[in-house]
């Protein structure tokens, strides 16, 4: 993306006015990823600008019929081809990288068949290099960007998962290394309302993935109808929350359109092809410092941020330090989503914290900050009433004693 791209983009971005999602889309998949981000910032944008951008997570522009046999002609595996006996070619979903079509194998199993939409590999790449060089020149004048909502840092994360996802294959490793996890815990910590679809390898390729049909409704559906419970919004980050604070392995995208609550009422991950690992050392303070906010106990959760640092702040430093965090969370416990948004907190919690703690996140601890951002959207939009933080308290008793988060 070049500069003065980036710059209408942004415009398109933060105007009061509806973004144009037809333009934003015809700019590339660069745009779409960096609009998707900025779909989780009701710090930055308006919650009604978040609520649109956030369309582009299932209801992206599609691709003509003929293209779409096209590709199955050219790309999908021989085997593919036998096993099919009907395809519907209107799509049942359409995200950034690919879109989703039912069909139905000879044997009679319902599925579901995802096709990557184009050859996107090329030009985002270029565009990322592209908006990497300017990004660096601008950090050269900025330098603490690099540790506080690091440009640099989201880019390459954004990078990563996005190469990841233009390779179907990265769907089926990545469900099945999270339920191996989830039967490692089973003992520790149970989750039977978690599961992955069952996916059809040897009739699938990086270009062409076959994956059974769930039936059910994505939390974005749910939103949209508000069907969706909060008790299973609480089940949901307890789930969620195991894999980001206790195991540091988690689904990299989980946003509400990646997410089937399916008819007998589990939970069924999709599009586990972004799989993010978080350092040990940034899991476990974020876990202490959300354990510690939530028994209102502020001066241990900022001890918690604290121990991110190399080396402990000199005195003032500290004193400086939480003298901002107290007045950041003034009165955060009494407040509900609606009135203060987590999202805009960490943030500011974020930029405290590497200005006047010296507290490093590093370039991998941005994905599992963004999970969280993907929490707070959720409830902002279903249950704005709701504080959050204490509701969190259960699950975080929870993750102490069944994942031996310690203290």
């Known amino acids: 993306m070049r500069l003065l791209k980036f710059i209408l983009f942004m415009r ?14 015809r700019q590339g998949l660069l745009s779409v990823k960096l609009a998707q981000i900025f779909a989780l910032r009701p710090d930055i944008i308006s919650i009604e600008k978040c609520k649109q951008l956030q369309t582009l997570y299932s209801q992206a522009s599609t691709i003509p019929v003929e293209d779409v046999f096209k590709i199955l002609k050219e790309k999908a595996p021989d085997a593919y081809h036998e096993r099919i006996a009907w395809f519907d070619v209107e799509p049942l ?20 068949v995802k096709i990557i939409k184009d050859n996107h590999e090329k030009r985002f790449k270029r565009d990322v290099r592209r908006m990497s060089r300017w990004l660096r020149v601008a950090m050269i004048f900025s330098p603490k960007l690099r540790r506080v909502g690091n440009p640099i840092a989201l880019l390459d994360h954004v990078e990563d998962y996005t190469l990841r996802e233009l390779d179907l294959r990265n769907e089926i490793n990545g469900a099945e290394k999270l339920r191996a996890i989830k039967e490692d815990l089973a003992d520790d910590f149970p989750m039977p309302r978690l599961r992955f679809p069952e996916y059809y390898p040897e009739i699938s390729n990086r270009h062409v993935l076959v994956s059974e049909l769930v039936k059910g409704q994505t939390l974005e559906q749910g939103i949209v109808n508000s069907s969706l419970k909060w008790e299973d919004l609480l089940e949901l980050f307890r789930i969620h929350g195991a894999y980001m604070f206790g195991i540091g392995t988690f689904h990299g995208d989980l946003h509400p359109g990646n997410c089937i609550l399916d008819n007998d009422g589990n939970f069924v991950f999709i599009d586990n092809g972004a799989i993010c690992e978080a350092p040990r050392k940034v899991s476990k303070s974020l876990f202490n410092f959300f354990f510690h906010l939530s028994a209102d106990d502020k001066d241990l959760a900022f001890e918690a941020l604290i121990s991110l640092a190399e080396r402990r702040p000199r005195s003032p430093d500290i004193e400086k ?84 988060m310690g203290s």
């Not at 105007?15 to 037809?22: C, F």
């Not at 003034?330 to 590497?354: C, D, P, R």
């Not at 951002?373 to 704005?384: A, E, F, K, Q």
Request: charged content about 25%.
């Open 321 to 404: 330090f939480k003298e901002d965090m107290h007045e950041i969370y003034h009165n955060f416990e009494i407040l509900s989503v609606g009135e203060q948004s987590l999202t805009e907190v960490m943030m500011k919690t974020v930029k405290s914290a590497v200005e006047n703690a010296g507290a490093d996140y590093g370039e991998e601890g941005f994905p599992i900050i963004r999970s969280l951002m993907y929490m707070d959207g959720l409830v902002i939009r279903t249950y704005p009433e709701v504080k959050l933080i204490s509701e969190m308290r259960g699950s975080l008793d929870e993750f102490k004693s069944g994942l031996d």
């Open 93 to 112: 979903a359409a995200a950034s990288v690919g879109q989703v079509h039912r069909a139905r194998l000879k044997s009679g199993e319902d599925v579901v």
């Open 12 to 25: 398109q971005i933060t105007r009061k006015s509806p973004a144009n999602l037809d333009w934003i889309q």
